[in-house]
């Protein structure tokens, strides 16, 4: 359509933002190279050409309707003369020449007496390569009338929109045959190109142009031949200014480099009052060599700049430079767009890499006079000095001065010096000598020279290095507190009484005791020592005042024990360090944040040291007597923000034992002061001898003695908590999965507050879990202990749990930490709330698990142990609602689809679980909906509970609690549970005695199957009045195979009974009755319970259990009916000998093989023969056949031996 030729190539120019003002702007551009013309359409007409003709194709592939009127497209076709072949080309954009360009240009062509323009004409230049010219340039004056691509957009839009409206005719289905057929159309019209000639070349004729490759700033060019050569031209110029020689195949490309002015330090001579003395950034163009037979990329510095870099790369990779940016950009949408990620890359086919060239500003500034670049050379000797292993560190040191000192640029001799600050191989010592000749460097030059930066960098570093030697000289000298420290000395300092602080000692050894075990030790770290390196990293100093760098708790510790883990210890002096400290201008605030920090994080060394808790007292004291510690403003009506902060702490902290000493400690010296403020005061009211009862013993009234003191009641009850989730079972005895072998997350009052009302019962219930404790075990351990026999022996709790499992026994302090917690937290872990949590603990566990069936029978067992109803129905109802509906639906289709107990691939897709852990399920769920039942009968004669919580927890926030949940839900619909039950208990007959042909939903008509998983609390329509008799039948015969089954199985002969034994059954089977549950199914059922008892009656006579059996007679009201079936089962017993014809006849009419047991006694079988006379009336057709059968009996008898 543009030209009945071959395409060469395809260039893109995009839109570029002009860099100076007087630089023209170059307009996007698609330019097309034929074998000997150049078509070029405008770039921004293009993007809205297409943009319109999607737009129109769109429109008429929903309408219907081919006729389109596409924009037209405006483009240029350029024949080129006076060359013999092209290869490559480049489209340079307009250009307007200089006066002097326009007249040496114009006497070229029309001589020394050509006229010439007032102004230089506009021209688009373009730059072949190929042979004769090996190098053409062109110009195209620009004003000339464009001729206008209508038809030819017509033609691209008719085409699209055919192809389109074609397929989406097909897709619809109303495209018709004769639309089908081909529509012949017109051939565009082909435009005639302009003529241009050559302006002018490079002429070699030996050689051809292979690739031509353009700079971003258009200005220069670089030339690839088929002789090797790299040739970099001149655009504006024309001729050929560097040549590289040696490079075959070789593929070009540019890196464009702007300069980042924040690196640009000016010398004094560019100092310029007008505006900035930087100026615009500057740009900087690299090319970029890659040559495939060598394998080697190189990066080279225009004009004449050296090679900046060299790589060695793959001989079989590709260099990619686009050249060009997005299109449909201009001088605004241009300014908000990010370029691309990479101006040029390396494609490795090998290794399957893309590897990207970055070439820093400053290379382009690489001569002989760069200071850069001499700064740069000297920062490399720098860090290879500071990696060298030197015997003598006296001449690295020299060394390392003489390079700081040599550097230029300020922003590098900083950079530099924080090179040197953090490396580990430099001793103290040469950090500072090296810093503070810097900084005398700097101060001996002139005022005006001094960059304030670094001169400041290096004054703040000083006054580190100058801390950290202070601090290491404390930590060093011999300081030791000999004096000694009793327990009244402590009970002193923290103010207790006996009582008390035996309370408190005797908590702290039981939590030091369990902690221990529970821990985990590494080997010993040096406390107190810290690298000065990282002692820079942690500080930062700005102007007179010291703070630390937002950093983790992990750097908060170092630096903590960097500062006071020897006065904590006792061997360095409290009052030197916090002098030391407060007077480079740390803050107490931060100060007693670090200290804090190394407290609670060496909880197990200060457990170990009673005399830390004296060391701890004279560091908070000293620290609360700094400036600004206290505001002088306070009062004791107020919260001082001192000590909120120290509260703060131990509140997050769940090192529980360490946070309750620390706030022991701080309660007592806020006291003191407080109190000493109060003498103060009464002192100048004037109150005389009356000040004297200010005793140590005497606390002033204040709001934060308050606070402390419901702190330490909160870390008392969490520190217990804490000990009792510490302790655990023997492990050699426990039996444990993967769930319960995850940790438990360590306590702190905040968790505790923001957990809600059951955060505390949540906690203990996970360390049920984790211990796997029954409920019986929680419920010994509520009781009260005999209270004349308080240190009763661990006798009286092996009687107590002389029941429990052998597991259950090892328990060691557990029951004792239990009822310690219960006597706390009598409110959180109350029995029926505390059973509630482990109830959900371990259905949520299930859940994670379902294979783990233990644990939702254990759930069961604890929801059973909740003694209120109301609770006891929402828990059940939530549990049904969130975690077994879903399930137990699926296990029930599954059951009824396959007509018996599905196998174990059916249930692990269908209910994700197998089918062992399935049956488990089933049972438990009818477990569930029997409570369920239960509680909603009981609930109407009990009150709701009332929840409570500690008078200490009454701030707790966070989620709603189980218990609460719970006592929300809505009373249950008890016939519909039933109706469920019932289902449930059908499941559970089919999974476990493997029943066939049984679908157990055949069971119910049309409106139980639809009651069925809806909603326990809602109404539904459920079956009522007489059953269809054909359902009734279906059921009857159901129950029977369940009693037959369950009689099998626990009666059946020896070999069956051995190989039943081999299987385990479920916990359902170990409480439940089968053939009683038959009977209460056939209640629910409507089927005649007498019928059950019959067949139940005869079954055990079948399989031999004769005693069971007459047990099981007296149950039964149709006696006749039933000896009926009895003689039925005489019969078929094996009693061939001396019997009269008729008998005889009768007997063979019997079949033996329905029996199950075979080798039944003959005495047995007279007595079976006596009692069937019993029953059956004179008058019965069949009473004198049992006559008979009983002369036979007594005539066959054998005597026992």
């Known amino acids: 359509m543009l030209k009945k030729d071959l395409v060469l190539q395809l260039k ?37 050409s297409l943009r319109a003709c ?23 076709k350029w024949g080129l003369q006076d060359i013999d072949t092209i290869i490559d080309h480049a489209s340079i954009g307009i250009m307007t020449l200089s006066p002097f360009d326009q007249m040496k240009t114009a006497s070229n062509i029309g001589g020394y007496n050509a006229a010439i323009k007032n102004s230089p004409p506009a021209m688009s230049q373009y730059i072949t390569v190929g042979s004769n010219p090996f190098t053409g340039f062109f110009y195209a004056l620009e004003g000339s009338t464009q001729p206008l691509l209508s038809h030819v957009a017509l033609a691209v839009a008719s085409k699209l929109t055919s192809a389109l409206f074609n397929a989406a005719s097909g897709w619809l289905g109303w495209k018709s045959k004769h639309e089908e057929e081909a529509v012949p ?33 258009n200005t220069l060019a670089a030339v690839t031949d088929d002789f090797g050569r790299v040739i970099l031209l001149d655009v504006t110029r024309g001729i050929a200014i560097r040549m590289w020689k040696g490079y075959r195949d070789a593929q070009t490309g540019w890196i464009q480099i702007v300069e980042d002015l924040h690196e640009r330090v000016p010398e004094r001579a560019d100092f310029s009052p007008f505006g900035s003395p930087q100026g615009p950034s500057r740009v900087a163009q690299f090319l ?50 990010q370029p691309q990620t990479y101006q040029i890359c390396l494609v490795d086919p090998v290794s399957g890499s893309v590897k990207t060239v970055s070439v820093p500003f400053h290379l382009a500034l690489s001569d002989k006079k760069s200071e850069r670049a001499k700064d740069m050379h000297l920062m490399k000797k720098l860090g290879a000095s500071l990696k060298a292993k030197a015997p003598n560190l006296d001449l690295i040191e020299t060394e390392i001065k003489e390079l700081i000192l040599d550097i230029k640029y300020p922003a590098t001799k900083k ?59 404390l930590n060093s000298l011999d300081f030791h507190l000999d004096t000694p420290f009793s327990d009244n000395d402590l009970a002193v300092l923290l103010r207790l009484d006996e009582k008390d602080l035996l309370k408190l000692q005797a908590l702290l050894e039981k939590y030091k005791q369990e902690n221990s075990r529970a821990a985990v030790r590494f080997s010993d770290d040096k406390d107190g020592v810290l690298p000065v390196k990282t002692f820079l990293e942690y500080l930062d100093s700005e102007k007179d005042v010291i703070s630390v760098k937002k950093t983790g708790e992990e750097e908060c510790v170092a630096l903590g024990s960097f500062f006071f883990w020897k006065c904590l210890r006792g061997e360095s002096s409290a009052e030197d360090m916090c002098h030391t400290l407060e007077s480079v201008g740390l803050s107490p605030q931060l100060l007693l944040s670090l200290l804090l920090s190394v407290w609670l994080s060496k909880e197990k060394d200060i457990l170990n040291r009673p005399q830390s808790v004296r060391c701890l007292y004279t560091m908070l004291h000293l620290l609360s007597k700094m400036k600004v510690a206290i505001e002088e403003t306070w009062d004791s009506q107020s919260v001082s923000p001192w000590w909120q902060q120290m509260r703060a702490a131990c509140i997050q902290s769940e ?54 003191k419901l702190l330490l009641k909160q870390l008392e009850d969490c520190l217990l908590l804490q000990t009792l989730l510490h302790s655990r079972v023997n492990p050699s005895t426990a039996r444990g999965s993967s769930l319960q072998a995850e940790p438990l997350p360590r306590l702190s009052v905040k968790k505790l507050l923001e957990g809600g009302r059951g955060g505390i019962a949540d906690s203990v219930a996970k360390w049920i879990f984790k ?48 009822h310690l917690a219960y006597t706390q937290f009598p409110c959180s872990l109350e029995l029926d709330v505390l059973h509630a949590h482990c109830c959900w603990e371990y259905v949520v566990q299930w859940n994670k698990d379902p294979e783990e069936a233990r644990f939702f029978v254990r759930s069961i067992e604890h929801l059973k142990h909740i003694l209120n109803a109301h609770v006891q129905n929402g828990i059940a109802l939530m549990m049904w609602n969130t975690f077994l509906v879903k399930r137990f639906s699926a296990a029930t289709y599954l059951v009824d689809k396959v007509g018996k107990s599905p196998k174990d691939r059916l249930c692990r897709r269908d209910v994700g679980m197998s089918d062992t852990a399935m049956a488990s399920f089933l049972s438990s769920c009818w477990d569930l909906l029997q409570t369920l039942m239960e509680a909603d009968v009981s609930r109407d004669e009990m009150p709701v509970p009332v929840l409570d919580t500690e008078d200490a927890w009454l701030a707790v926030e966070g989620p709603t609690s189980i218990v609460e949940l719970a006592l929300d839900q809505k009373p249950v619909h008890y016939p519909l549970v039933e109706h469920h039950s019932v289902l449930c208990a059908v499941l559970c007959a089919i999974t476990r005695f493997s029943l066939k042909a049984v679908k157990p939903l055949s069971l119910f008509d049309s409106k139980g199957k639809n009651a069925f998983f809806k909603d326990l609390t809602s109404i539904q329509l459920l079956p009522s009045g007489e059953m269809d008799p054909n359902f009734i039948s279906i059921r009857q015969q159901f129950l029977l195979k369940v009693v037959s089954a369950a009689v099998q199985a626990r009666h059946g002969v020896a070999k069956d009974r051995d190989s039943s034994e081999e299987a385990p059954s479920p916990p359902f089977e170990k409480d439940q009755d089968w053939p009683v549950l038959a009977l209460d199914l056939a209640h629910h059922l409507q089927v005649s319970e007498d019928a059950v008892r019959r067949h139940y009656v005869g079954e055990l006579y079948n399989h031999g259990a004769d005693h069971r059996g007459e047990e099981a007679i007296l149950q039964v009201q149709d006696k006749e009916v039933l000896a009926s079936q009895l003689l039925v089962l005489i019969g078929q017993l094996e009693l061939l000998a001396r019997l009269p014809p008729t008998l005889c006849t009768w007997l063979k009419a019997m079949n033996p093989q329905d029996l199950q047991n075979t080798e039944v006694p003959i005495a047995t079988t007279a007595k079976l023969v006596n009692k069937v006379i019993e029953l059956l ?25």
């Open 1177 to 1201: 009336p004179e008058n019965h057709g069949q009473y004198s056949l049992a006559l008979h059968l009983t002369e036979a009996v007594e005539a066959i008898a054998i005597p026992p031996l």
């Open 655 to 708: 090192n529980s034992g360490a946070a309750l000493l620390s706030a022991h400690v701080g309660h007592a010296v806020a006291v003191q002061i407080s109190n000493s403020l109060t003498e103060k005061k009464f002192s100048q009211v004037g109150l005389g001898p009356d000040s004297e009862a200010l005793t140590d013993s005497w606390e002033a009234l204040s709001l934060d003695t308050e606070y402390w």
């Open 185 to 217: 159309r017109q051939k565009p019209k082909v435009e005639p190109a302009t003529p241009l000639a050559v302006r002018f070349g490079l002429p070699d004729s030996r050689r051809h142009g292979e690739s031509i490759c353009l700079s971003p700033c």
């Open 12 to 48: 893109c120019r995009t839109y570029e933002i002009p860099r100076h003002p007087g630089v023209t702007e170059q307009n996007e551009e698609l330019s097309i190279l034929y074998p000997a013309a150049i078509v070029t359409i405008d770039g921004f007409s293009l993007f809205q």
């Open 771 to 818: 211990q796997d404790l029954s409920p019986e075990v929680l419920k010994w351990a509520n009781k009260e202990r005999d209270a004349e026999n308080p240190d009763e022996p661990k006798e009286g709790s092996s009687r107590g749990l002389s029941e429990m499992t052998e597991v259950e026994t090892d328990l060691g302090a557990i029951p004792d930490l239990l």
């Open 415 to 473: 950079q530099a010096l924080e090179s040197i600050l953090a490396s580990e191989r430099l001793p103290f010592s040469c950090l500072k000598n090296i810093t503070q000749t810097l900084m005398d460097s700097l101060k001996n030059q002139e005022l005006e020279s001094v960059d304030e930066g670094l001169l400041q960098f290096c004054a703040n570093k000083l006054k580190l290095l100058h801390l950290y030697e202070s601090v290491s000289q």
């Open 54 to 76: 999607r737009n129109q194709v769109a429109k008429a592939a929903a309408s219907g309707n081919e006729n389109i009127q596409p924009p037209p497209l405006a483009y240029k």
């Open 288 to 337: 970029v060599i890659y040559a495939p037979r060598r394998g080697i990329l190189e990066v080279w510095s225009t004009q004449q700049g050296p090679r900046v870099g060299a790589f060695n790369v793959g001989k079989h990779c590709r260099l990619l430079y686009p050249g060009y940016k997005i299109m449909g950009l201009n001088n605004v949408t241009s300014q908000s767009w």
